[in-house]
Every structure is written in structure tokens, then in C-alpha cells.
């Protein structure tokens, strides 16, 4: 079932009709609106599928095209199609939106319409200007949005859930197992480090390296020098350049 009715002349609104469609459909999929050239399959009865689509929807669109008045004569006759759809509409209780085409298309006016369709005049529209389309387009996306519910929800449950960034935590007291991860499968147990870049210590107490301190009465310096004070598991390993410095360099 589509939920948006779009209703148009044909030779004077068509075009717009499609962009309209082709917006919608886009933006929400392409079942939901309702264009009869579009629409209706070769061999399907039109009339009983107008006038049950426009039952069925949950809003009219009428195109107002810049020579929609010029077919007055067909406006004042009751089995013009277009006034049947918008009167079917009013009957319904259907909200209708009229969409002036272009930027010289001017408001209707209840002294040139038939008096079925006179409460067209008494409508606010929305001004669709194909040199304007992509924003005019969404605008008018936006609203049938705001008026059909089931379409908004079905947007935000369309939207892609956005892409992972970059990531900047800081920990502090932490006992037992802390994971930070982009990719990550398996189980951790105890304490994994890659690609560290200077000293690293996963135990308790104080890591000491290249410095010179006291501690219980012991004296440490000297280029290369790690000391640790509290649990420590595993190796220590060290990669010696060319010293740099000596202890008396100070004195």
C-alpha cells in the first residue's frame, strides 16, 4: 500500500509528479507513493485503482503546475480524474498538500476553482523550483516525513549506523583484566602488550629506568639501568646502544 498520493495533469505537472516520486521512492522505498503512470500495471482497471489508492494513502500530494488552470474546462467536469482524486481525498479526510510547480505558479484562488475543489485555495502549500530541486525536494521529504509517522520511523531504522573512529581512553586503578581493541577475538588472561615504545612494567610496585634514586638504602644509576620494585613475571630484556652519558657527566 502506498502511503503518499501523488495527483497531477498530465501536460502540465507530470514532470514534477516524477521528480517527487523518484524522491520519495528513494528515500523511503519505492512502494510508498503512488503514481498512476507508475503504478498502475497494463491491464489493471485505472479507475477502480485511483480512487482506491487514494483511499488507501495517508496523504495527497496535488501538483499545481503553472497551466493547471488553463484546464478549467475539464476542472468543472465531475469525471475529470484529477478533481475526482482530490475531491475523493477531501471525502476521505485524507490531509492534501498542494505543490506549486516552478516560481511563477501563483496560490489558487476560490473565484476560478469549482466549488468541490475550493477548499484547494484555502490549503498551504509548498513551492517545488526545479532550479532549486535538491533542497525543495528534501524539504518537501522532510514534511511528509513529519506527517506520516510510520515513514519517519522507518528512515531512522534505515540509517546506517555510522563508521567506527578513532578511539582515546584513559584508565586508571584498574585490578584484573583491561581490554582496549579495535579487532578483537579469543580470551585474555593476565596481560598482553604489543607494540609498546618505551618502558612497560604489568606488575605491582615501580619501574625505574635510566634514573637515579635511592630505595631501601639502595643507590641505582647508569645508562641502561631497570630496576623493579613489586611483582614482575617474565623476562626483561634491554637492547644496548653506544652510552650517551656518563655517571659524573653532573659533577
Known amino acids: ?18 521528480l517527487i516520486d523518484n524522491e520519495l521512492s528513494n ?11 507508475k503504478s498502475i500495471a497494463p491491464g489493471t482497471p485505472y479507475a477502480d485503482a485511483l480512487l ?14 503553472p497551466d493547471w488552470l488553463n484546464f478549467r474546462s475539464r476542472l468543472n467536469d465531475p469525471e ?11 471525502t476521505c479526510g485524507l490531509p492534501v498538500i498542494p505543490v506549486l510547480s516552478g516560481r511563477l505558479t501563483e496560490r489558487l484562488k476560490k473565484d476560478v476553482l469549482p ?17 532549486n530541486a535538491e533542497a525543495d525536494l528534501k524539504r518537501l ?19 546506517p549506523a555510522p563508521e ?17 581493541s579495535r579487532d578483537f577475538t579469543g580470551d585474555v588472561g593476565g596481560t598482553i602488550i604489543k607494540d609498546s615504545t618505551g618502558p612497560v612494567h604489568a606488575g605491582n610496585g615501580n619501574i625505574y629506568q635510566n634514573s637515579r634514586h635511592v630505595s631501601g638504602g639502595r643507590h641505582y644509576s647508569g645508562d641502561g639501568m631497570t630496576n623493579y620494585e613489586g ?18 657527566d653532573e659533577r
Open 52 to 65: 482506491t489508492n487514494v483511499r488507501r494513502s495517508a496523504l495527497l500530494l496535488a501538483v499545481i503546475g
Open 27 to 37: 528515500r523511503f522505498g519505492k512502494h510508498r507513493a503512488f503514481r498512476a503512470s
Open 164 to 180: 567506527p573512529g578513532p578511539v582515546s581512553n584513559t584508565i586508571g586503578d584498574v585490578h584484573g583484566t583491561a581490554v582496549q
Open 80 to 90: 475529470d480524474w484529477v478533481r475526482k482524486e482530490i475531491e475523493e481525498a477531501f
Open 1 to 18: 500500500m502506498a502511503d503518499v498520493f501523488i495527483n497531477y495533469r498530465t501536460g502540465d505537472g507530470n514532470d514534477i509528479a516524477a
Open 141 to 159: 521529504g522532510d514534511l511528509v516525513a513529519d506527517m506520516i509517522p510510520d515513514l519517519h520511523d522507518l528512515e531512522r531504522a534505515d540509517t
Open 231 to 248: 611483582d614482575h613475571h617474565g623476562d626483561n630484556r634491554h637492547r644496548f646502544g653506544g652510552s650517551e652519558r656518563h655517571e659524573d
Open 115 to 131: 466549488g468541490e475543489l475550493a477548499r484547494l485555495a484555502d490549503l498551504q502549500s509548498v513551492r517545488l523550483d526545479t532550479q
